[in-house]
């Protein structure tokens, strides 16, 4: 591969911000320093630029089977997307489908990535189905697969609910081999009572939607899977929370000293529910789960951030494209949840978080790529600007600005949730294992350029 | 009947203490006065006694099919100690099998109360199989049979346990009819996970039984449970609340101006988990469900009540003899839940709650009588002294002495719970509907006065 | 004096609600009871109408001076509007000048009342400056002036105010002679800030009263008092609590199992801050202390009361008409403190309270009379309908609707501060001691009418 | 100066562990990487050893003149102990004398430190007596002499304490030149009450320094601090937090989302109050306030730590030798207060803290050097090891074992207040600004050396 030197750039890293030049030598960054002295096979002039460690996204679903259709995106498009936007890591899920094992959606999401994806990308398992043939598999999907995170869903009953048995079960198999469980947590017997009788009642228009899962649903969620993982002294990990009052349980698992990892998205942070009411059938355009909540949630999660209670913030990016939303044109509960977010995460995250005075500069860094390598195990190969590292950087303008639009953005979706969007910052450049993938808004990588991460 | 008139006694509600007389016609108070200047077919003089309202207990289980046996005290047996002890009513459950129909547990109860009872009874439905069937009769359960109160079950998985989803349609249905949901909380999947673990590890000794029922799992559950309430804004009830950590899920809930009634046991109050480690198989005799806690938690429900947190005292009356407690000599899970108590709550409570300054004398009066009656749709018939009230009545002395034990108790048990336990403070005179029920340590009423108590 | 027999009415204490009569013979209640045949020197039909205890307003200022003016209502012309409005007793504050006796302030509000009160009076000790003579003259104001509560300010810095070691002192001395000590609590000293800097900025209109009071100086100046409390294990009562930060701070000292009584009154949980943006100077008529808060706050007090975190509901009544008020014409810190209230406390109560569902007709009671006369040692002379109690009775029609007005109200003071209100139900006759005092809206008694309440 | 070269050591920040060499050119690190092929004046073979940054203890208080006698250590004698236990640079308090001004305190701690202190110091400004005429110092004090943190003590009253009305013009003044307020927090007031209930009573041995100042104390200043700084929105530092009790009110300060920087030290962590117990005199080895807590508060300052709640690790270093703290024999309230601990802080951190699993090493780092910097201003010059910023290291081993002793240490005290501690792990050479200050446990460096930080 050779050398690379990315010279004058204001390295950032959680904690640190300086001044200095990076040489990478094949893969790795091998000297930071001040005017560095070395020759290289290729040199970048990142005056001016920020140099982030390259933004690892903790929850995606490429090419999600879900409700009767795929998530739009493929390992190959999303990913691409998501190093244009500076994220060289994506932790996707491969979900066991109830009745088969484990090594059958494993051997399924491989399929997909290998060859495909262009960046790189890890695996959590989700288990939907815990028996005592699962149970069996654990070590296996361990040790072999490197997989150290075990997703459950508390929502989706009949599909992917599990409940609390299974849960605890599963927190004791895994932790034997240092794996953690983590969830989606929000109440599925409260939610389908109350889609149930809305639809009954008629009320089918997209808004119904956010109307039928109430922060109590996830909250109350929240706060059980908190309690099942302190029963047994498990650490945990909280997918996608949304409101104050989920917040305020694990403030509450924080008080008698519990460790639990949390995690928002960024659709959280700078969107709300008013979009749901948007005329006709625009609402569905962010149909996920859990939904878009109120201004004051907003708050108090830019909050959590600098709080320490929240740590990572990912996209649960799985796209939907009009034509597979409108399965639910008169139906909300059949409209695919979810919608695109892999290619702006950073550039949103700083455009409103660090420029706005949300969040530091160290924070941003923190919560959209160290965290989440330290807690997923991929820390110090990804996560951060340090010797001996993953050469994984983003060479990014924060005076550029720019406005997000379906007609220009990557991913393969025909709508933005965040259309017509000003961003200030721009990632300019994206080195991915000391090979430049993205510069001048172009690809110079292409499919299976990707590694598979085993933790 | 005719009429009845009480002297000179140290008259008290949960309001008010007063010098004076008490004047019953037929079975109701007529009349309260100082030095009432009536004549009466009988006088009794209760000078240097209190009176209070007839105590009501609002769990019981009398005759219950449990485990494989049946408790020991039938409606007569029972609801005599009860008298015995100064309680004049009870609340009872009918309780539905699986599988089979509310109006059959309902003709069930009826039957093994109805001419056996000797004190007033109410029910309280428990439902352990919700479904369109069991929906379609919550009105009749409700209009014809006069029962206001249902309960469910979160813990006995596959015997008595429903799940969320029933929880929150069985109050949405009985709220139509007035009704309101009770719910025994404790985080059934939680508790097997650890009975079977602790069985397959061999532990099988009684002790193992306050080992596999942690605070954590009933707290879960009484958050779950006010969670479910607060989704739909429904008034609730949590039977038998048993430690602190419980106690503050539910003071959560009022930060949120959430209406939650709760109860706890006499035993919870006085008795600590100590007693399961007593040598061999002794610890038995207090295998309940849930278990006795430690002292902090004794501690907290007495601050409760104050706080007006906890709003009855309850005693879960379920004997089993000591022949039926063997049943589970080899294996803990095995052991028939429950124990004897109804005799000596009120008692107890005065000698261990008034005498000892933890409750003042109104609300002794209030958490064994009058709340249950005000909550439980039975006030103003009973639970007060006031005119127009059922003239239930106990004539209490509270300068006697006495020793608790199996020897001299009237429950049908072979042990006592509390035995040894030295209470000062005697019910002398019970007084049933305007009739000396008890007297002299002798019963003046027999099987078949006890009345159903529609709502 | 003779009897007095009321008949039919529906007698209402803090537990029991029934129908009856009452028989009073001199002063003292003598018989409860359904369809009395007593013979009575006067009877009164009470047929559709409540009876409530006489109301207990544990908070007044009469002839208050402050401020460089008075409260404009005597004792006489107060307790008179008192009666008119149901309440027969009040609680006035006796305050001590700094650098005087408490003696001489004892003297001087003894001159005030005494042969003027229309209605019963007791007094509240406010000590101002205790010191080593203060704490020596405690022992004679407890025993000798049966006065058991003493009230500290913590604002009013130079005038009132005392520090937290006088405090301790005071909490410690009174507890030996069975006193408690009772709070005004806002940080001073972060009010006079604020004061100070709006005086310097022109800030002089009446609103920059309530922003120069903000919420977080009555919370802390609470949490502190509560403290102080915990630290010797002192009962404590929190005078006119407004505010949902304060009533947190309450919440929390109770997880801590301590016992603080709280008060709040009508106007906080009526009226809100909006009223002082009115044009011009109106919104003077509500500058007292604190302030009147946000709608979030009043409900914050509605669910305290239901919570049995708040146990009074008073007044603080302290008019001033608006020539007094005017003195503070061009300086919103000059305007006089206080407003009138007396007279429509339980019927606003009632209206807003009881007929909106608010409150049980039983809270009712026990906010407005009982819990005032347990708290401070007035039970069961006052604030119940029993055997023996004063026969203080407020025979109220439920039906009967009028509109507050200052046209027609009888306090001394030419606004109202609910002027155009309507209300649902009105205090028909009131009987205090066994007299009617207030009938056919024309007082029966006069000057002097009104006794000292020794306790 | 010239160049220095550390190779192979682990390199720890806050955020990252590598394996590099780092390259020293004069005062500043130049270059960080891995087998940097540099010539150096003199290299260093870290092999085996961590490389973290200087400590720095933000509480220290050299010579303090206090309670009749002065702390034992200089700038010259406390900062070099400093150097051998691996701190470079402390923050010290210049206190105003009440009634004079804060140049004349700067004046005098300059004066104190100027020429004397081998490593580098800053000050914090303690105002004891804030008027019209400090508050016209604060421009100078903060512009002139760079100092940004305002101490003001909530206890010690007649000779510290300010009252809550000098805290918020503090606050407020301060804030126009970038200064923040923290605080010693207990309640002056409450203590002073129970010290001289105590000394009246003859309870004068050192245990009576504990009783008399419990956590109430320290809880009560804490959030009324918290609350002070809320109400005009000010950032503030709690120095010296110890409890449970306080840090719950740090915890409620962040539910309203109130950025507060917390301080503890590191005798809090280690050490509790059993040692007043000790027999004779030698409990006053501990005396110091806020006194040491109960092993419950100790779980709960680390967990603390990891829940970022609380931020630094300080050691309120201030020596008094034995002859000092015999000033107090007779009566517990004369002894001085404070204590040795600079010399051991980062070992003791690293031994009981990193060796035994409850903070991570980069939480170590964070809670010794990073988050002060930080948090005073001194970042990144100090407090990280990066590019561009002064060469203040440590390289420690850590496996050399070595037992605390007053025979050993170099603070000038003769009490160890850890006195046969066995520590695990051993500051083996420390670097201050590229020059080694300690080596081979000899000093190299000598009166004088140390620089003043203008922040």
Redesign the interface.
Known sequence: MGSLLIKNGK?V????????DI?IVDE?I?????R?DLKADKTIDAKGCFVFPGGIDPHTHMELPFMGTSASDTFESGTLAGLYGGTTTIIDFAIQSQGKSLSEALTQWHEMAKGNAVGDYAFHMAVTDFNEKTKNEIKDVSERHGIKSYKVFMAYKGALMV???QI??LMEETKKFGGMVIAHCE?G??I??LVAKNRTAGNLAPRYHVLTR?P??E??AT??FT??A??GEYESYVVHLTCEESL?RI??A??R?Q?VNVETCVQYLLLDESLYYKEGFEGSKWVMSPPLRKEKDR??LW?GI???LIHTVATDHCPFCMNQKEMGKNDFSKIPNGAPGIEHRMELMFSEGVEKNKISLNKFV?VTS?AAAKIFGLF?RKG?I????DADLVIFDPKEEHTISAKTHHMNCDYSAYEGWKVKGKCKTTILRGTIAIENRKALVSKGFGKYLSR
Chains 1, 2, 3, 4 share one sequence.
């Open positions: 390295i890293t959680a904690t640190d911000l300086f001044d200095g040489y790795k091998q000297t930071l320093g001040a560095l409940d609390d048995r605890l079960q109440n017997d409260l389908d009572g109430p109590i649903a909250a109350e706060g059980r309690d099942l302190y029963s305020q403030r509450l924080t008080q000293n460790k708050e108090a909050k600098n709080q320490n923190d160290t110090p951060t340090a010797v001996g590292s």
